[in-house]
Nanobody, 116 residues
């Protein structure tokens, strides 16, 4: 079955950076679109970014464009999200999931808190 394990979250000051990882298993990662979504406290799921199977095509929400970078390593079955210039409004639980622009929670998520 599909298993997705997010990691790399933590507490960071505004303007700081974090790199999230998502280890995938149970499906053919290299042919799958992959997506990051997030859920802020008391809010619904928000699509963040998606990447094509080869990594050639990427897409970002307006709220993170220019600050976040999605990437993948198909040899390691791992998805990444590099987050720079973090803002308080980026505070959320981040999830990876399969599909293009999918709005589902793939794994248990990783908490990102941006606060001084």
């Amino acid at each position: 079955q599909v298993q997705l394990l997010e990691s790399g979250g933590g507490l960071v000051q505004p303007g700081g950076s974090l790199r999230l990882s998502c280890a995938a298993s149970g499906f053919t990662f290299r042919i799958s679109w992959m997506t990051w979504v997030r859920q802020a406290p008391k809010k619904g799921l928000e699509w963040v970014s998606s990447i094509s199977p080869s990594g050639r095509f990427t897409d970002y929400s307006d709220s993170v464009k220019g600050r976040f970078t999605i990437s993948r390593d198909n040899a390691k079955n791992t998805l990444y999200l590099e987050m720079n210039s973090l803002k308080s409004e980026d505070t959320a639980v981040y999830y990876c999931t399969t599909g293009n622009r999918a709005l589902t929670r793939g794994g248990q998520g990783t908490q990102v808190t941006v606060s001084s």
